[in-house]
């Protein structure tokens, strides 16, 4: 995990009296125990043939989440939530 506390980490950022922005990417990285679930339920965009094809990106390489499904959104939202708390 790459912030394990981050509720303390913003938390010491506010004490220094600085805002805080999050910043979201819908990529789900290949590494992150989420992504086979994601591909299994179609949560990522596939190819023509259905395939998901990993993207490379500045941060890794994964797949982009499948707006047009409602379930993928519902799951994205429901993740990026628990961040937002």
Known sequence: MKFPDFEGMVGWIHDQGIH??????????????????????????????????????????????????PEATEWWHGLMDKVRE
């Open 20 to 69: 805080v922005i999050l910043w979201v990417t819908s990529f789900v990285n290949e590494e992150n125990p989420e992504y086979q679930m994601a591909v299994d339920n179609k949560y990522l965009v596939r190819n023509e043939w259905g395939k998901v094809r990993p993207i490379e990106w500045w941060h890794g390489k994964g797949g982009l989440l499948d707006y047009s499904n």
